[in-house]
T-cell receptor
Framework: GAGVSQSPSNKVTEKGKDVELRCDPISGHTALYWYRQSLGQGLEFLIYFQGNSAPDKSGLPSDRFSAERTGGSVSTLTIQRTQQEDSAVYLC??????????????FGPGTRLTVL | GNSVTQMEGPVTLSEEAFLTINCTYTATGYPSLFWYVQYPGEGLQLLLKATKADDKGSNKGFEATYRKETTSFHLEKGSVQVSDSAVYFCALLLMDSSYKLIFGSGTRLLVRP
C-alpha cells in the first residue's frame, strides 16, 4: 500500500517568509509525528498527534512553529518568519500505535527546507 | 534525561568484512530499541527492533541484542556488502514519552568492493 507522503520535496524560501509543509500518513494510522534532521542537531522530535488527543508539542523549538492535523489524517507543519537556522529536512512519520505503543514508525521521504 | 550515543563515523570496511556499530542508551524508563537505516537519497527505514531485555532483533543479515545490564544495542553483521553503505541510526522509544523516537547521531558506513 501507499507509504507516508510529504510535499513539497524541496522548498527554498527567503528569510522572514512563512512556509507550510504537508504530510499524508499511511491510511488508518492514528499516530503522526514530525521530526527534523539537521547537520547540527541530528534527528529531533518536534510534535506528536494521537487520534483526537491534544498533541504533544514539547519538541517545537519556538513559537514560530505550529502544526495541525485535520480529520485525524493529513497534517501541516507551519513555520512563520523563517530563519536560516530552520534549514533542515523535515520528516513525517506515522504508526498504528496499537496497544503497547511499540508499533513501527514509518517515515516519509522528507521535505528539504532551505532558508536563504 | 533520555539519550542515545553511537560510535562516530564514518566506518569504512571492505566487502565481506564483519561490522559492529556500537550503541548505548540512557533512559529513565524501560525503552524499546531500534535501528533505522538511511540509504543514499532515500528516507529512513526500520532495520530491526527489540522491545525487551535479551531480545534479539534481526533483518537482512543484521542483528542487535538488547542488553539491559550494559544499556547497549550494538548492531552487527557478519559479512557486509557494498549495498549496505548507508547511515545507521540507533533510537529508543519510551511509552511514557509520547512514543517519540530519540535518535543517536547516526553512523555512516562505507563498504568498498
Amino acid at each position: 500500500g501507499a507509504g507516508v507522503s510529504q510535499s513539497p520535496s524541496n522548498k527554498v524560501t527567503e528569510k522572514g517568509k512563512d512556509v507550510e509543509l504537508r504530510c499524508d500518513p499511511i491510511s488508518g494510522h492514528t499516530a503522526l509525528y514530525w521530526y527534523r534532521q539537521s547537520l547540527g542537531q541530528g534527528l529531533e522530535f518536534l510534535i506528536y498527534f494521537q487520534g483526537n488527543s491534544a498533541p504533544d508539542k514539547s519538541g517545537l523549538p519556538s513559537d514560530r512553529f505550529s502544526a495541525e492535523r485535520t480529520g485525524g489524517s493529513v497534517s501541516t507543519l507551519t513555520i512563520q518568519r523563517t530563519q536560516q537556522e530552520d534549514s533542515a529536512v523535515y520528516l513525517c512519520a506515522s504508526s498504528a500505535n496499537r496497544e503497547g505503543g511499540t508499533d513501527t514508525q514509518y517515515f516519509g521521504p522528507g521535505t528539504r527546507l532551505t532558508v536563504l | 534525561g533520555n539519550s542515545v550515543t553511537q560510535m562516530e563515523g564514518p566506518v569504512t570496511l571492505s566487502e565481506e568484512a564483519f561490522l559492529t556499530i556500537n550503541c548505548t542508551y540512557t533512559a529513565t524508563g524501560y525503552p524499546s530499541l531500534f535501528w533505522y537505516v538511511q540509504y543514499p537519497g532515500e528516507g529512513l527505514q526500520l532495520l530491526l527492533k527489540a522491545t525487551k531485555a535479551d531480545d534479539k532483533g534481526s533483518n537482512k543479515g543484521f542483528e542487535a541484542t538488547y542488553r539491559k545490564e550494559t544499556t547497549s544495542f550494538h548492531l552487527e553483521k557478519g559479512s557486509v556488502q557494498v549495498s549496505d553503505s548507508a547511515v545507521y541510526f540507533c533510537a529508543l522509544l519510551l511509552m511514557d514519552s509520547s512514543y517519540k523516537l530519540i535518535f543517536g547521531s547516526g553512523t555512516r558506513l562505507l563498504v568498498r568492493p
